[in-house]
């Protein structure tokens, strides 16, 4: 809550010092808003059931039309919220130790033979690895085909792209959060996003299903240590007029990952040939 | 314990059977010739097509995935894009008309020409990293496509970071409706057509692929044609 004298100093323009610069500054500290991270993570409002507050390695809020990232190590548990049922969840994984190593749309329907994610999905990179394992779905309503927004398909429906301003694309925001992480464009594949679902048809047809409702979450496992590169902004395909998104609420605790002793870990054969890949890796680089 | 000397189990450029047919086709549109490339079976090609240019790729011996990656030339950051050309259309296929788009949204190449329907592009390259996972740990020496994407993006200064998702030109993968994908038996013929027109100078890179545990080249490995026109000029266009 903004009080009646931090208005009365900037009103009267007592910031003319540098003491009284940094009262005012200071005194904005502590604040709250609907989306923000929440650190220490432990000091969470939504902690998820079940998980212990001291576990938790990150959490946050995504701002309709905001951007997060984070390096996770591997074993990480990742799960995304969807409170308002108007979250998209624009996700880009990385092996954190190698970039060039990265979320592969194609192998991630192909080597599974299925084409819509869910639980028990395994997110693949390019090198017949696994970058995270979908552990658990109540959305249903998922996109592989469709990746993100582009500032022109966001210019032509909402008339504003900028990155700054109330309706970005989701390519301008991954722009920005890979920079952060010394990447470029040239280093962004193409995104998977979470909670609002396409089906294609017997003609190759992409259809709209939007959003299961408010209420449902995502889990991941990281498999590899992971830069994860999230986006919360409007589907490709989202009939609304309206650039309508709702908050994104993201937390990670610490887990172990898949081993032999999962049952996913020899769900199928094409499965149990990439967890052993990625546990090849790990080994020989020291990783537990 | 003595190691037996076998003939190695590398496939040393698995070429079509000799009684394949093959017909080489000509262009799908006409124009003047300004270049026609014969591409081995598991070879990798690449050009520069300038803008109005039209690229035909002929599917010599039938049903040979012509796997195939697009840059723009002046800028290779911008580069073809699986998902914006599918969100564009809102379709898993491509086809005559079909926009070829880029990753910031832009026609690259547009698809004036088609002789197999449902042309694939989710399907992605194989690579032996895949291969290990789809078919097992014995298969890791053979050749694949991101090999052979590599290969030839390296002659023009781009490597694993410019590899993305990318085109299989006579290629069938169908989507059932509970989500079930894979790759099929192709509907391709000797001497089957695609036609791609420049919209902007590209580079296009592409893998004749060499996967033989797969049907998408029929399990026999064939030539491509590739077919560069400039085509004839048409009154009333400024090309």
């Known amino acids: 809550m903004t009080t009646i004298s931090e208005i009365d100093v900037r009103a009267k323009h007592l910031t003319d010092s540098v003491g009284n610069a940094r009262a005012d500054a200071r005194a904005q500290g502590g604040r709250r808003s609907e989306w923000m991270p929440y650190l220490p993570a432990s000091e969470s409002p939504w902690c998820p059931d079940g998980v212990d507050p001291a576990a938790l390695t990150w959490a946050e809020t995504v701002a309709p039309g905001g951007y997060t990232h984070k390096v996770l190590a591997r074993g990480s548990r990742l799960r995304l919220d969807d409170p308002t049922g108007d979250a998209c969840a624009h996700v880009v994984l990385f092996n954190a130790l190698e970039p060039v190593e990265r979320l592969n749309v194609a192998d991630t329907q192909k080597i599974p033979w299925q084409a819509y994610l869910g639980s028990g999905h395994p997110l693949l990179s390019g090198e017949g690895r696994i970058l995270a394992t979908i552990s658990a779905d109540t959305s249903g309503r998922h996109d592989a085909f469709c990746g993100t927004t582009t500032d022109g398909v966001v210019e032509t429906k909402y008339g504003n792209a900028d990155p700054h301003g109330p309706t970005p694309s989701g390519r301008s925001l991954f722009v920005k959060a890979a920079a952060k992480h010394g990447l470029t464009r040239r280093d962004l594949p193409p995104s998977v996003s979470f909670f609002q679902g396409v089906r294609v048809d017997g003609e190759g047809t992409l259809q709209w299903v939007g959003s299961a409702g408010p209420g449902t979450h995502v889990e991941l496992i990281a498999e590899l240590p992971l830069l994860v590169l999230i986006a919360n902004v409007t589907h490709p395909l989202d009939p609304d007029p309206d650039y309508r998104v709702g908050p994104l609420r993201v937390h990670a605790w610490r887990g172990v990952a898949t081993g032999p002793q999962d049952g996913r870990f020899t769900a199928t054969p094409e499965l149990h040939r990439a967890y052993l890949n990625s546990i090849d890796y790990c080994d020989a680089r020291g990783i537990q | ?239």
């Open chain 2, 1 to 239: 314990m003595t190691i037996e000397r076998v003939a190695s189990t590398v496939p040393v450029g698995a070429v079509h059977t000799p009684d394949s047919p093959l017909d080489w086709s000509e262009s799908a549109v006409a124009g003047t010739v300004v270049r026609d490339d014969r591409v081995a079976p598991n070879a990798p090609w690449s050009a520069v097509v300038p803008a109005g240019q039209v690229l035909t790729i002929v599917d010599v011996g039938g049903n040979q995935s012509a796997d195939c990656l697009i840059y723009r030339a002046d800028d290779p950051d911008e580069r073809y894009s699986v998902p914006d050309t599918l969100a564009a259309q809102r379709n898993a296929y491509v086809d005559t008309g079909t926009v070829l788009r880029s990753n910031e949204g832009r026609a690259l190449m547009t698809v004036v020409a088609n002789e197999v329907p449902h042309q694939d592009t989710i399907g992605g390259a194989c690579s032996k990293e895949s291969n290990t996972l789809r078919y097992g740990h014995h298969v890791a020496y053979q050749h694949g496509c991101r090999e052979n994407f590599l290969t030839e993006a390296a002659r023009h200064g781009l490597g694993a970071r410019d590899l993305v998702s990318n085109l299989n030109w006579f290629m069938n993968v169908p989507v059932e409706a509970d989500g079930a994908l894979g790759i099929v038996d192709g509907r391709s013929a000797p001497g089957r057509r695609v036609a791609l027109r420049a919209d902007v100078d590209v580079l296009v890179i592409l893998s004749n692929c060499p996967q033989m545990n797969n049907p998408c080249n029929d399990f026999n490995p064939t030539p491509l044609r590739m077919i560069v026109v400039r085509p004839e000029t048409i009154a009333g266009s400024d090309r």
